[in-house]
């Protein structure tokens, strides 16, 4: 059974950093591309960043320089290395093994203003 299991969110002022984690058990991890989403109080969930098998990125544009995603392989383990945080940042993180189409549960990062 694939588990997803997010964790590193918290409160944090505006400017401020978090590092977010998502350990993987139950697959291969190091097969499949790993994003990481978010979901705003009242808002869509939406995407935030993926990495590839090799370690290709990408970003969405609200979180480019900002945000850096990583993987690794021997730990199973995704992270979300989230600088100069903003209050517009606050939201539930979640991260998705993309081809299964499996999710955490979820992390809550809130910036204050």
């Known amino acids: 059974q694939v588990q997803l299991v997010e964790s590193g969110g918290g409160l944090v002022q505006a400017g401020g950093s978090l590092r977010l984690s998502c350990a993987a058990s139950?697959?291969?991890?190091?097969?499949?591309?790993m994003g990481w989403y978010r979901q705003a109080p009242g808002k869509q969930r939406e995407f935030v960043a993926q990495?590839?098998?090799?370690?290709?990125?990408k970003y969405t544009d609200s979180v480019k320089g900002r945000f850096t995603i990583s993987r690794d392989n021997a730990k199973n383990t995704v992270y979300l290395q989230m600088n100069s945080l903003k209050p517009e940042d606050t939201a539930i993180y979640y991260c998705k093994m993309e081809q299964l189409d499996m999710w955490g549960k979820g992390t809550l990062v809130t910036v204050s203003s």
């Open positions: 139950g697959t291969i991890f190091s097969a499949n591309v």
């Open positions: 990495i590839t098998i090799r370690g290709s990125t």
